[in-house]
């Protein structure tokens, strides 16, 4: 199974500034597998970024992410005051089908 | 637009089981996705744990593979999840989720999420 560990566990940022927030594997993954998701409290996740760079649907363009192999990173550049939330990696690999998330990064004001 | 809405009882007893009910609305069960379940223990991260396919096809989480079966009743359009001899640690929210693309492991579309306690 493969591990992923997101640092930092917090990530204390102001409004206008830029979060890079990280996500490592403990083993290679392949790109196309590896996703980014935002939470806030008492709603569900929400995808941002998948295949490691591709942004979803409705997303806008402050974020982006970046990486490859075991080492993957999610930027967002000019804080709102909505993006304050906890933020998730997600990889999937096989055999056999198997996904995992890695334990979240909050970001706080 | 697809929508997705658990729903189950609230608690379960220990050594109990644990069943969901996911009804799919705006698009149908037999499309071309793999839809799972994921939880989260309160205050905790994500756990996947499993999916069905289409054509009924299942993979399960390794560490969850004995106690639990997801199904699909396609005259329904809605999911299921059942889960045997539960414990305090499956205590969580309990989300059904519908995967975006087979090229791209990714979940788009969420359910609101239910609770479910397992106490006595």
């Known amino acids: 199974e493969i591990v992923l560990t997101q640092s930092p566990g917090t990530l204390s940022l102001s409004p206008g500034e830029r979060a890079t927030l990280s996500c490592r594997a403990s083993?290679?993954?392949?790109?196309?597998?590896l996703a980014w998701y935002q939470q806030k409290p008492g709603q569900a996740p929400r995808l941002l970024i998948y295949?490691?760079?591709s942004r979803a649907p409705g997303i806008p363009a402050r974020f982006s992410g970046s990486g490859s192999g075991a080492t993957f990173t999610l930027t967002i550049n000019r804080l709102e005051p909505e993006d304050f939330a906890v933020y998730y990696c997600?990889?999937?690999?096989?055999?056999?089908?198997?996904?995992?998330f890695g334990q979240g990064t909050k970001l706080e004001i | 637009q697809v929508q997705l809405q658990e729903s189950g009882p609230g608690l379960v007893r220990p050594s109990g089981t644990l069943s969901l009910t996911c009804g799919v609305s705006?698009?149908?069960?037999?499309?071309?996705?793999?839809w799972s379940w994921v939880r989260q223990p309160p205050g905790k991260g994500l756990e996947w744990i499993g999916e069905?396919?289409?054509?009924?096809?299942?993979n399960y989480n390794p560490s969850l593979k004995s106690r639990v079966t997801i199904l699909k009743d396609i005259s329904r359009n809605q999911l299921s999840l059942i889960l045997n001899s539960v414990t305090a640690a499956d205590t969580a929210v309990y989300y059904c989720?519908?995967?975006?693309?087979?090229?791209?492991?990714?979940?788009?579309?969420w359910g609101r999420g239910t609770m479910v306690t397992v106490s006595s």
């Open positions: 997600q990889q999937y690999s096989k055999p056999p089908p198997m996904f995992t």
């Open positions: 989720v519908r995967e975006y693309s087979s090229s791209w492991p990714s979940y788009d579309i």
């Open positions: 705006g698009g149908s069960i037999t499309s071309t996705n793999w």
């Open positions: 069905i396919y289409h054509n009924g096809d299942t």
């Open positions: 295949a490691a760079s």
């Open positions: 083993q290679s993954v392949i790109s196309d597998y």
